[in-house]
Nanobody, 118 residues
Framework: QVQLMESGGGLVQAGGSLRLSCAAS????????MGWYRQAPGKQRELVAK???????NYADSVKGRFNISRDNAKNTLYLQMNSLKPEDTAVYLC????????????WGQGTQVTVSS
C-alpha cells in the first residue's frame, strides 16, 4: 500500500507563488509516474502536471511556463512550484502515483487547498 500526503497549499494573491509537496510512504515501486491533479468547484478533475521516475514531464497547456514539477526519488517526495498564480488556479490539488509494473495501480492523496485571490 502507498500513502500520499500533500502539503503547502494556502491563500495567495494573484501573481504570487506557492510550492506544493507530496510525501510518499509505504511500498513504493521504482517504476512509476507521479503527478498533480486539481479539482475546482463545478469543474472536472484535471491533470496539472506529471513526471516519470526517469524525469520526463508533461504539463497542462494552462500552466505551461508558470508551474514546474519535480521529484526527489531518494526522499520519495514530489513537488509543484507554482508561479504567477491566477484566480482560475484555485482548486484542491491532489497528488497521484501510478504504476503498471504488475498491472495498473493508482493511489491518491487527500488534497491540499490552493486559493488565489484577485
Amino acid at each position: 500500500q502507498v500513502q500520499l500526503m500533500e502539503s503547502g497549499g494556502g491563500l495567495v494573491q494573484a501573481g504570487g507563488s506557492l510550492r506544493l509537496s507530496c510525501a510518499a510512504s509505504g511500498i513504493i515501486f521504482t517504476i512509476n509516474t507521479m503527478g498533480w491533479y486539481r479539482q475546482a468547484p463545478g469543474k472536472q478533475r484535471e491533470l496539472v502536471a506529471k513526471i516519470t521516475n526517469r524525469g520526463s514531464t508533461n504539463y497542462a497547456d494552462s500552466v505551461k511556463g508558470r508551474f514546474n514539477i519535480s521529484r526527489d526519488n531518494a526522499k520519495n517526495t514530489l513537488y509543484l512550484q507554482m508561479n504567477s498564480l491566477k484566480p482560475e488556479d484555485t482548486a484542491v490539488y491532489l497528488c497521484n502515483l501510478q504504476t503498471v509494473q504488475f498491472g495498473f495501480r493508482q493511489y491518491w492523496g487527500q488534497g491540499t487547498q490552493v486559493t488565489v485571490s484577485s
